[in-house]
Every structure is written in C-alpha cells, then in structure tokens.
C-alpha cells in the first residue's frame, strides 16, 4: 500500500473538461490523494468547477484557456503547471486517439486517463468493431460489415434482411441503404420491398460517387421500437476485466439524446416482458466481456446494446470512456459492501494499479435513477433554453446526489456556447417502486427558476421527466 501511496503522490492530474464531469473528477482526484489542475474558458468563468479549483488548489490549480478544442493549450497548461496525466471527461477529446496517442508519444510525456490509443482507435470504428463482434459470436445488427458494390451481392444481402425480419415476425419489414463513406446522416434511405430496393440502391451509389468519390453502400436491417441498454465496463492494464451491470437509456429526447438513465437495464422481478429479460441482461454483459477481454481494454468503457421487441440484443457501438451515465451504475454496486466512485476507479487504473477485486466481490443492491437536468423545451422540440438562472436548490436526503456546475449562492448565465445541461441527479431506491417514488419527490420538490432578456420565465424539462418516470424500465 505504501508503494501505491508513493504513486499516486506523484501525480497531478490536469482536468481538461468542464461542467459537472470536471468536478467529480476534480473529488476523484482528492480522494486519491492527487494533486490536480483544471481548465476553463471565459464563458465558463463563473461555473462552480473554478470556485472549486480554486478552493482546493488555490490560485495555480486553475488556468484560462482559449478552446476546450485547442491540444496545443491543453498541453502547454499541463507543461506549465507540471501535469503528469490528462483526464479528457466525456466529449472533447476523451475518444480521439491521435490526442491519446499525442498525450503519450510526445517528448514530455504523459499518461492519458482513458483506454490506450490503440484500443480507442479499434473500437472507435464501427465497422472495425462490427466485425470484431462478428468474429466472436457477437450479435450485431443485421447487415453488411464492409462496403458493398456489386449491385447483385447487394440485392442478395437484401433479400436475406428481409426474409430474417419475416421470420421475426416483423409484419413491414425495413432495411437501411447507406452510403459508407460520409457520415451526418447523409445518403440514407429507407426501404421496404425489393423492387423499390434496386431504385434507392442506384440512387445512393450515384450520390454516394458525387459527394464522396466512393460509391460504396451498407446495407442494415431498420431495427424499431428498440430500448437502449449499456453494460458498463472496468478493465485493468494486466488483464483483469469485470463488469459493473446494465443500464437502461431508452428515455431519450427527439434528437436522440439520453434524458434518464436506470440501472439494472431491465426489472423482471415487477415488470413483466415478451421475453426472457434476465437472460437478455445475462447475454450482453457475456457478450460485451468477451469483446473486451479479446481487444485487451484496459480502463472504463461502455457496449452499447439495441434490445429488439422481441428481446433480441444487437451491439450498437463501444464508447471508449467514462460515460455520463457511470454514477447510475456506481449508485447500485458496492465493492466488498464498500460504495464505488467509476472516475476513481478509472483514474487509478489509468495510473497503473491494478483492479484489486475480482466479480466475486462486486454486489448490486437496488435500482438508480438518473436524471438529466436541461434548460430546454421539451414542447419545442427539445430547444435550449437561454438565460439566468436565479434559483436553484433541492432537498437534501441520503438516497440523492446531485452534481452540478450551476452555483445555488448565486445567479447564474448559462453559456450558450455548450449543451445546456444543468445538473445530474442519482436516485436509489431498494427496488424500483421506491426509486420511483424517490424520484418523483425529489422532481417535484425541484426548485429552479430563472428568466431570459425578455423577462420570460426559465423552461426546464423537469416536467418531461416526472411524465416519463412512472413508465421506467417497461418495453
């Protein structure tokens, strides 16, 4: 224990991220003993993450920057402030594995607390990873794993989509004609027969070749109504991979994006499914440790699962990273009957200390809720709300965290250079009826008001939340 202690005394952690990620890491730091440095941006100089860097590491802990999306001053503030580590949070460059590769390969060099380069740059490619799951019995959405042009194979792959759609029972079967190159959302369409296939197929090719030079296309099954689950993963640089649950991410806004996170992914014990659920839990978690154990991952990462109405799991992707979502998880395990923090976990992995436990020791106890807390209109679309926040506070209570970057002593002008995102709440519960009504209470005691140039009231989406949280965990 000594020699770890003299380890981790070593190290300063520069925290290139912001909002809420940059103060729990900024608190994982502390309870490590890690001296650290944090980073912000004018338009992030009243956020709570430099009152806290401030207060714990005085004035040298805390550097202004022009860009979270500058390396070159992300580096030059770790030279400067004699960092050892940089923790990238979520976003920015925390899956960009030349900045990974960068942060280790450069003359003074330094530890990148995430996945090793290598492992960031497999999996970060879909179709790499595609058909690294293939390879090992992996189920992944149905369809092409590599470019297709010929027109017959193409037809041919089609036409088996749609036959296993009908064996599923699928009354209108649908398949997704891609173009491979590109990205955005570009050069996709639908289709649902195979006559009209042929036409979308040409059509595709030909603005494929126009756009990107490269008239390649993909071909997927259109998978519906799906719920998004997620195994969490924890690896260690000697081999040694466990598994922190399920979560479940379905509660999404219209443009995609997670609003409520559950975990464990699934509840048979209330609720009751089409399908085997435990046995879905049970196959991706199998699943997802095989890959990693295979790709020898090396820290914190999430596998990402579509789960089809009929209880077949697909893997979506891998996101090599700490996850917003990772304190659902934590709030429900225990290491040795001891509470776990993920970024903890992470950085000391990251620093090189091995994983000390093996799954035997991790035990899952009741249901997490978490919520995301936005300045936006649900009824419009989802649109960031922009303005001051005057008010905001909640009630206190052992089964609550609450992390956030918004000060409750004082207003508050939310940047509209980022996502508005205001704050998390974790909720547990011993079961899932508990964790509701926790939940609920702790939404409706919610205080948060503001007003924006007009003199018009803040809009949050926490009725959107309350709407959603009776319905938690059903398909």
Not at 214 to 230: A, Y
Not at 287 to 301: C, I, P, Q, T
Request: some cysteine.
């Amino acid at each position: 224990m000594q020699k770890i202690s003299n380890l981790r005394r070593r190290h300063k952690v520069l925290i290139a991220n912001r909002g809420e990620i940059a103060i729990r890491i900024l608190q994982a730091c502390r309870s490590l003993g890690l001296d650290f440095v944090c980073v912000y941006t004018k338009e992030d100089r009243e956020s709570e993450h430099c009152t806290l860097a401030l207060k714990y590491g005085g004035k040298k802990a805390l550097y202004r920057i022009s860009s979270y999306l500058d390396a070159n001053e992300i580096f030059a503030v770790a030279d400067d402030a004699g960092a050892t580590a940089i923790h990238p949070g979520y976003g920015f460059f925390a899956e960009d594995f030349r900045f990974a590769r960068r942060v280790v390969q450069r003359s003074r060099k330094l530890i990148f607390i995430g996945p090793s380069w290598r492992v960031i740059k497999e999996l970060g490619d879909k179709i790499n990873t595609k058909r690294l799951a293939r390879r090992l019995d992996v189920p992944t959405v149905p369809g092409s794993d590599k470019p297709i042009f010929n027109d017959l194979e193409a037809e041919e792959l089609a036409r088996s989509l749609f036959e296993f759609q009908e064996k599923q029972g699928i009354e209108n079967p649908v398949i997704l004609v891609k173009a491979s190159a590109g990205g955005g959302g570009m050069g996709i369409e639908e289709v649902n027969d195979l006559d009209r296939f042929r036409t979308v197929l040409r059509r595709i090719k030909s603005y494929a070749k126009r756009q990107f030079r490269d008239e390649g296309v993909l071909i997927e099954q259109r998978i519906f109504d799906f719920n998004h689950l997620e195994v969490q993963i924890v690896a260690d640089r000697n081999g040694n991979v466990v598994h922190f649950g399920t979560r479940n991410c379905t509660i999404q806004s219209i443009g995609r994006q997670k609003r409520i996170e559950v975990a464990p992914g699934f509840y048979p014990e209330k609720i009751r499914y089409a399908f085997d659920a435990k046995k879905v839990l049970d196959d991706i978690v199998k699943y997802s440790l095989r890959m990693a154990k295979e790709v020898g991952y090396d820290n914190v990462g999430t596998w990402e699962w579509i789960i089809s109405p009929t209880g077949h799991p697909f893997l979506m992707e891998v996101n090599t990273r700490i996850q917003v979502e990772n304190g659902v998880s934590a709030i429900i395990s225990k290491v040795r009957d001891k509470e776990v923090d993920l970024i903890r976990e992470q950085i000391r992995l990251a620093l090189g200390e091995p994983l000390r436990y093996t799954q035997k020791d991790i035990n899952f106890d009741g249901v997490g809720i978490e919520y995301r807390i936005l300045a936006e209109d649900p009824e419009d679309r989802f649109t960031p709300w922009v303005g001051r926040i005057e008010k905001f506070s909640w009630t206190e209570a052992p089964w609550v965290k609450v992390y956030t970057q918004v000060p409750t002593n004082r207003p508050y002008e939310i940047p509209t250079e980022f996502d508005p995102n205001l704050a998390l709440a974790i909720i547990w519960g011993k079961d899932l009826d508990q964790a509701i009504e926790r939940g609920k209470r702790f939404l409706n005691d919610l205080i948060l008001e503001g007003k924006d140039k007009n003199g018009q009231p803040l809009k949050s989406n926490i009725k959107f939340l309350l709407s959603k949280t009776d319905d938690l965990l059903k398909f």
